[in-house]
């Protein structure tokens, strides 16, 4: 069982910066791929990007490739998600998954239970 708990959401202006957090509890982060997916009013799910399980290795999806990046400290049981120049098209509730497999990320097993992020334009 894994617990996962986002932190580190909230409003910012476009262009800005934000660094959202994902902490687990339970078994250690370091078993998993790590994956992040966000949801917008009124749209599906979307991935946004993953790492593999030592973090050297990461897949996004198009719409943020160079400007997110993935990274974990599997000491702190901790994976991050730094999103820069960021775009109200941005804006969404941000979940971070457990699962398996880099490219695709599949067989999620746990979610968290996700974090607001807004751009103001």
């Known amino acids: 069982q894994v617990q996962l708990v986002e932190s580190g959401g909230g409003l910012v202006q476009a262009g800005g910066p934000l660094r959202l957090s994902c902490a687990a509890a339970?078994?250690?982060?370091?078993?998993?791929?790590m994956g992040w997916f966000r949801r917008a009013p009124g749209k599906e799910r979307e991935f946004v990007g993953a790492?593999?399980?030592?973090?050297?290795?990461?897949y996004y999806a198009s719409a943020v490739k160079g400007r997110f990046t993935i990274s974990r400290d599997n000491a702190k049981n901790t994976v991050y998600l730094q999103m820069n120049s960021l775009k109200p098209a941005d804006s969404a509730v941000y979940y971070c998954?457990?699962?398996?497999?880099?490219?695709?990320?599949?067989?999620?097993?746990?979610w968290g239970q996700g974090t607001q992020v807004t751009v103001s334009s």
């Open positions: 790492i593999s399980r030592s973090g050297d290795d990461t």
């Open positions: 998954a457990a699962g398996s497999n880099l490219v695709p990320f599949k067989d999620v097993g746990y």
């Open positions: 339970g078994r250690t982060v370091s078993s998993y791929t």
